[in-house]
């Protein structure tokens, strides 16, 4: 079947824009992850959602980034007012469920450019 | 905090030689850690994981836990294998990357 899609693939805004980076991960998968990774660095975790529970937004770098999950499967990242160090490869992760047990599935990824 | 090290941004070998990546943890409790590979043009995948004790495409990596360390291995490298490697954690359902090694395997 089809694996994790990511849309844009690429998103280019000026600074102070909102951008809206979407994921649909793999049928059934229950838990989700987003991450950013900026230039020569690793990813970083943002936030996770698993099933119906509360989402993990605890790596969210500011309140300018948030993100929901409607009907347990495609999720929204949203940055708003965005500034040029947002500037990264935003990656979308899904897995049946959390933890070490459960290998997480990547998405292509989003290249987002704040100019 | 949890941190994973990987302290070579780029490792050149040849093929046939063996091939040794570096992965550093800081982490006080007991880690499960995590190699992932992405090849050029492809997404990133799970390599393999410490829990599985399991040798993926003759890689193999075994936690150390006296120096923190979970080095990937391979006795002899092949072209195919030239691709960026990242370290991870996890830790509470979250995963802390490494800012990965780039493998380059001369022919």
């Known amino acids: 079947g089809a694996g994790v899609s990511q849309s844009p693939s690429n998103k280019v805004t000026e600074k102070g824009k909102d951008v809206e980076l979407r994921c649909d991960p793999i049928?059934?998968?229950?838990?989700l992850y987003w991450y950013r990774q900026s230039l020569g660095q690793g990813l970083e975790f943002l936030i996770y959602?698993?099933?119906?529970?509360?989402?993990?937004k605890s790596g969210l770098p500011s309140d300018r980034f948030s993100a929901e999950r409607t009907g347990g499967s495609v999720s929204t990242l949203t940055i708003q007012r965005t500034q040029q160090e947002d500037s990264a490869v935003y990656l979308c992760?899904?897995?049946?469920?959390?933890?070490?047990?459960?290998?997480?599935?990547f998405g292509p990824g989003t290249r987002l450019t704040v100019t | 905090a949890q941190r994973v090290t990987q302290p070579e941004k780029l490792l050149s070998v040849f093929k046939g030689a063996p091939v040794e990546l570096k992965c550093n943890y800081s982490?006080?409790?007991?880690?499960?850690l995590f190699w992932y590979v992405q090849y050029s043009r492809q997404r990133l995948q799970l390599l393999l994981r410490?829990?599985s004790r399991e040798s993926i495409k003759g890689f193999t990596a075994d936690l150390n836990k006296g120096e923190t360390s979970f080095h990937l291995k391979k006795p002899f490298a092949q072209e195919e294998d030239s691709a960026m490697y990242y370290c991870?954690?996890?830790?509470?359902?979250?995963?802390?990357f490494g800012s990965g090694t780039k493998l380059n395997v001369k022919p």
């Open positions: 982490y006080s409790g007991s880690p499960e």
């Open positions: 959602f698993q099933g119906n529970s509360a989402p993990d």
């Open positions: 049928s059934g998968h229950t838990a």
């Open positions: 410490h829990i």
């Open positions: 992760a899904s897995s049946q469920g959390t933890g070490k047990a459960y290998e997480q599935y």
């Open positions: 991870a954690l996890e830790r509470f359902n979250k995963f802390y």
